[in-house]
């Protein structure tokens, strides 16, 4: 019995390393496709939103030459992890020709509280209705009791094709006296 048991523990070792490679390469060759997989599913949560950059707005024959600003809805494709919409509104801007034909944007979002502003044409100036802030036409703080820490934000605008209104949009945080890009 003993010359048995003695014979039968090599090939019951070599049993037991023969498994033990098995179930280590069948668990690193499962790895892979589970590595893969969570690749793929996690990929959205690292993608940065495609609105970086500049986004065409309107075009030059919708801009009179009035120097009137006009308030126009900035739409572009938002990415939200695993969704994507074509097409969302998010933000608002006014454009206006200046007196020498040059074209200026402001986020119409007024920097003391973050409410939007209306341009009142019959006054001339931009209202905020939340605390009554006003801007010039120029975007500068209109009355210096106004409770906005800093005028209108002005935005990069470019007309490409020598017609298309392009703008980096971009919005800034309120309350601050210094132009501080939202994250």
Known sequence: MNE???ANAPAARRDFFKKLLAGIIGTVLGLFPVGAGLTVFLDPLRRKSPT????RVTTLQALPSDGVPRKFPVLATRVDAWNKFSQVPIGAIYLRRTSDNQLQAFNAVCPHAGCYVDFLPERGHYLCPCH???FTVAGKIYDPASPAPRGLDTLEVEVRNQKEVWVKFRNFQAGHAEKIPAA
């Open 52 to 55: 970086s950059g500049a986004i």
């Open 132 to 134: 009554n802030s006003t």
């Open 4 to 6: 048995a048991s003695s």
